[in-house]
Structures are given as C-alpha cells and as structure tokens.
C-alpha cells in the first residue's frame, strides 16, 4: 500500500530541479581548471578564521563555475623566486604539542610550492578584489593552458572525496562562515597535507596528513580546534536538526542482505535549507527519501577522504522538494539497504558495529519502534521490550519498542539458546550461539580474521589483545552464568547509580576480541562466552580472562549508565564514558571477587603505559587523554586504547582514592543525576568532583589534578625520605617527596601514611612539584612505619 503511493508521489510530483544535488555533484566531479581564469599574482592573502595563507609570488588558476560559483583554485609558485606560506597557529598548549609531535613545530609555519583550494563561500571574490592592488597581477592564459591541463586531474581526485560537502553548501547557498574551505598543501618538509576550515565540524579548522600505515590508512590531525569566533561563544549551538521518534522496519533475507524502512521526525532549527546532511555505514545505500510524502533527492558517495574522521560513517544528503522551515515536524522515509550481516560459518553471524545501520544525524536521544522480518532459524534482538514475535510465511517478525529516549539503536541475530536472569526488577536475558564459531576451532581456516581484526581496532570497541586460551571450547559453557553475572552487575550498579537506560537488557555474542554497550542490548565477545583452559603459568587468575570472563560483561553492563544515561558531545569527552564504565566494572569486580582483582587490572594497565611506544617513549606520552581517538594516529596506534582504558580507569581510581569512598559514590550519583540524558563535557567533570572534594584540600578546584592527568601528560617516579627529630612527646617527623621523569609543572597528590603504635594510622597528603616536597608532622612517639602511597592512590613509575 504503503509502496504504491510512494509510486504515486514520484510520478506526480517530479519536481523541476530533480536531479539537482546529482547534476552539481556530476559538476564537481567532472570539473576543470578554466585557462581564461589564470593569473600571474603577488601577495594575495586569504584569510578564514585562523587560517592565514599568503600567495607571494606565482600563478593561480581558478576553475570553471559550478551552480554558478567557481569552487577552486591552484597556486604553483613557478616563477623566479616565486614563494607561498600558510601560518596556523594552535590556540592552546595541548594543540600545540600535538602539532609539534608531528611537524616538530608548535605552530604551523609552512612555504609551500603548491597549493589546492576547494570553496563555496566567496574566495574567488576575495581574491579578483585583491588583484588591482599590485601592477605585476594580470590575466595569463598562455600559463593558464598548461595549468588546466597539469592540475585538471589532481581537481577531479580531490572533488570527488569533498563532493557531497560541497554539494551540500552549494544547494544551500553558504555564504561566509558557513561555507566549507578546504585545501591541500605541498611543501619541501612536510608533503602534502590537509588543512581545512568546515564549519559542519564542532571543531571547524583540522590541519593534518593522510598517511597509510601496515595497510591501514591513518588521518593524522595535527591539530584540530575552534574557530576564533566560536571560542568566544558562550552557549553551544543548538542542533540544525532535531530528530525524534525513529520507526523502522526491516527484513533480513536468507542471504543476509537487510533491507529497511526508516521513518524519523525532523525537525529543523532555522528556515530555508534545501539540502540536509544524515550520516551512514557505507555498507548501506540508501535508495529513496520521502519527505512529508514527497520524494526527495538523495545523494550519496563514497569519500574517503573527506569522512576518514566520521568513525565509520559516511554522509549522504537529502535534499527535499520544499526548502525546509524552521520548527516544523517532518516526517522523513528513507528506503536503504546493504549488507550488515556476515556470516562466519554455521550460522555464527556477525553485525558490523562500525557505522549506523539507519540514517542518522549526530547521536540524539529518540525513541524507538523496531519492527524485523528475518530467517526464522534465527533469533533476532534489539533494544527495548519484546513488543511481538510470531511466524510469518517462511520467515519470523520480530517488533521491540523502546518506552525512554536512546540514542542509538543496534541489533544482534543468531541462532541463539537463551538463559534469563531478574534481579531488582531488572530483566537480563543472554543469548548464546549454538555453534562454535569456526576461527575458533582447532586447526580451522580463519576466514573471518581481517573483518574482526579492523572491528576490533576501531573506537567502538573494547580490546584486549592477544590470545585467549581456551581447549574443548564450547559457547555455551558460560551462558547461565553470564545471565546471573550480568544481573548480579546490574543490580550492584542500579543500587549506586540510579536505574539503568533501559529495565530490559540483552546480551548477545559478537565474534571478535571486543565488546560493546549499546542502551538495552550489549554484545560480548564470543570468547567471553567459553570457560577458560587451567592456567599454564602458576596460579591465580590472568588478566585476559579476568578480562573476558569478568571485566567485559560488567563493563558493557555499565555503559547502560556511562554512554547511555549521561553522555558525551565530543571525542574530547568520549575517554570519561570508557573510564567510568570500566571503573564501574572494577568496582563490581572488587565486590564479587575481592580487591586484588581491581589491583591485578591497575597494575596490567600501568605495565601497557609504561611500555615503551615505537618513539622510545612510554605509550602514555603519545597525547593527553582528551586528545581521544587522534591517539590512534599512524604514530602508534595502539596507544589510544591503552590511554582511553588504562589511564582513564586510573584517572577515576585516583579521584576516588583522593576524595574517599564515601564522596567518591556520592559524586557519581550527582553526576548521573546532574547530566541525566544530557551530554557532559571534561570540564563540567571537573567542576562536580571539585564539589566533593575533602575539606582543605590542597587541590579543591581539582585544576592542578586535570592539569597534570587529564591535559597533560606523565606519569611521575615518586621518592620520599623522612627523619624524626626532638625528644618524645615533641618529636617532629619531617620529610620530602621528591618527583621526578615528568615536566616542571606536573604536580601529583600523593598521601603518606603515618604508623604509631596504638594509634590510629593518619594521612597526610602532599601536593608534589618540580622541588622536593616538604612535609613535617608532630607527633608525640616515634613512628612505627612511614609509607608513600601504599595502597595505589597513584599512577607512579
Ligand atoms: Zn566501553
């Protein structure tokens, strides 16, 4: 039914401009250098934001018009003495460090011979205004010829990665700030590399390279920031899109392939675009959008370029017949599909969790009706509550709703067998699959291995590396247990915190060496799922299994909270989420099993952070935390992961140890109860802790502490040395903590504890710096013990 008028509406409406994105982006593809616009030229400036660039001496050729507007520009300085410059300089110390780790310079300083410029706003008008300013600027299209002909080819490979963007700004006649500028610049020292100013972006200007790196390519970015004029904004912006109530159905055929219907509320900030940007996995096409009913223009490319930092997700537009108008309710229907699904053999499946499955825009809460037709040997799970399952023909339908606000939707299918678990009103139901999956049989081809592997090195996930030993693997060994496990967390954590995203949780098997917490549904690696081999290597338990069989489930149990109640706007916020959930899970950890457990995990993570990366240097010095998934550079990749989780997880234990138990649980329900389904940023992280902080504390703002741990880095040696001095009962313990192998302004808290026999053990805390830190305490015996920091309050050498 539903079909038919789809079919009604795309023959009656046709509107005038149909095509209109498809033509421009045809435009931009195809292209060319225009000789007639080549000029010789002498200090020309561009200026956007903080970005300077000087064209002193050399030519500079502009393309032909699209949509009316020339969109690009080269400049080869090929004449005697011809010279260009670009200068960008960083606003603050940690963007500046990480320019220099790559350019070996704080600031962006650079000649450069060549340089490519994409725009939509109005360089082309900035610069012919500039031209009459210098005699030798005049018109040369004998040059002209043999740039066209040079640089044609170089504009058609670049447009091709920027051509949705610019389609985007082109339809909705960016102007100014709003328009994207995008540019590539060779240089003696550096090659090339991409600087660019795209106010889509929270942070508009990235400078950086594209480096491959072990097959793998890496966007570096040197150093990414907020515009001038945004950072005197006070108030964030507000979303140009507001989107609510997703409904979507979908069918999963007997090949795997899903093909969906996504029905979304849209609801735009202000009037008049006429094209608007979603994202997706690029594994999905999306075949025609409706828009209040009326067909709608889509267009959708890959670009990898242009999306390398969009975390798996590519964009796509949809321009509507109609402009939009701010504050109205749309109803938009996207038709996609593609292949999500893989099979690793014997119906052991695997969903790729790197891109969305559906159109998204930003991650927004919305509420969810979820409605699948699939395989009826398979077991289908999503967020939210079980609505309906019944058989359809020769498949199953399968509906769940959710009754709160999420902000992602995922799905898991198997053939599963299913244990369930309730505790505290809580539901959790495990599902396992049958089979085993075949990488993970003995002497078994591993087919699978390089999907997992690039899956398992990407952000959403959480890894521990290498092998898991395991014999006579069966998955479903540990499926009771995992159901009692994961309600038992839930239970210690709904206790703490507040009640969880959703009253129903599913945990369900994803091939791989990772987890993931999506809001109702988590998936645990298959290897969590098999009891593991008796240890080889003397006794006690291992971090890898305390690792999979302990630490994921809890961990993707507590982003039910950390990720799913509170969240992050910003990948420079994202590491609280992983640090809050995997301490969480120690927590838990540390009451089921005991304290060693929460020390044998703290003490694996301060080994990887003292590791030495491939500069020589510790993996922690790679970039403070909140540099976020740029850790992952082609520098060492494995250096994100090993900050994220490790550093972050001893971050929180730190605070806690700082604060004390009791303000520390009392400053994490404040936390959940303050940014209850609202994004928190470091700094709002910062300002709540400080609250609960001791009294007279030497550090009550906590700045000094996000100073040294979270903005920088270092991870200190600590030394102390005392004596006792005068007669008892006026004796004097004096002392000095002394740090070391970290820089001048780095100050760790440190406590010492101060043993008397038959009196209570006292602390003292002391705030260390580049000179030796003093202490001197009264007491009125001699002290039995004299300790630094003997129970890991911090991240030492
Ligand atoms: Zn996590």
Redesign the pocket.
Known sequence: MIRWELVVALCLIAPVWAGEADSLARAIRENSFDREECYRVRDLTLAIEDIKIYLTDGHLIFSRPVGGRRIAAVFVADVEGGDAEVILLPPDRAERRSLASYIHSPNLDEHFRTGMFLFTGGTYDAILAQLPSNPTNRRTPEIGALLEEQFTPVLRNLSASYQTRLVLDLLNHAEGGEAVFASVLESANLGAFDLVYDPLRAEPIIAGQMTSRDNRLFLDAWTSFKTRSMRKETAPRPPDLALSGYRIEAAIGGDLELKATTRVKVRPSHSGLRAVPFDISPLMTVTSVTVDGRAAEVLQRESPRGNAMRSGNEMFLVAPAEPLAAGRDYEFVFEHSGKVVFDTGDRVLFVTARGNWYPLHGLQFATYDLTFRHPKDLDLVAPGELVETRADGDGRVTRFRTRSSIRFAGFNLGNYARARAERGGYVVEVCANRALQRDLKPQSALPMRDVITTQSSRRLG?VMSGPFPATAPNPLDRLQEIATGVAAALEFMAARFGPPALNHLTVSPIPGTFGQ?FPGLIYLSTLSYLKSAPHSIGSGVQPQELFFQQLLQA??TA?QWW?NRVTTGSYRDNWM??AL??YSALLYLEKTTGAHSVDLMLDTYRTELLAKGESGQPVESAGPITMGTRLESSQDPGAWRSITYGKGTWIIHMLRRYLGDQRFFAMLVEVLKRYDHQEISTEDFRRVVARFTPPKSDDADLETFFDSWVYGTGIPTLKMSYSVKGKAPALRLVGTVTQTDVERDFAALVPVEIHVAGSPTTTQWIRCGSEPATFSVALKQPPSRVTLDPDRAVLRR
Request: charged share 30%.
């Open positions: 959480e917490g961990h993707e982003h990720g989420m992983e959930a995997n």
